[in-house]
């Protein structure tokens, strides 16, 4: 029983990350409005979204970032935030024009493609499963769900 109880609170913690994304993106489209461009908007939720995490790590106690840490780090692994940049203009600039379900359903089918590649072929270290024709079957409802979302 608590093991169940665990994961319906992961999976409710991760559905509300989720409707997190959907608010984020409202708000970033209606920031753009009000400053009259994208990236400044895209600036900001960045900077705030970087010092929310910096209020994290120090309300954690986590350690220092030091020098060592980072030399551990391989340079590809440090280039994530240019892919999360990459999500943020782009919703950005297609909030308004195909409103937010669209765009978010979009980037879910994105996601699962590309979640597909990564576990089929093992990249960047995440363990291998293979795209068997169950996963593949999810993949294409999402995409008719964007299909019926556009109706």
Known sequence: MPGSYINVVSYLLVVGAGASVALQQALNARLRAELGSPWWAGFASYFVGALAMLAVILASGEPRLSGAMAARASWP?????????????????????????TVLALIVVGQMLGSLAFDH????????????????????LLILGVVLIRF
């Open 77 to 101: 692994s440090w280039t994530g935030g240019i892919f999360g940049a990459i999500f943020i203009g782009t919703a950005i600039l297609m909030v308004p024009r195909l409103g937010a379900a």
């Open 121 to 140: 072929f093992g990249l960047l270290g995440v363990p291998q499963h293979p795209a068997d024709l169950t996963r593949l079957a999810g993949a294409a």
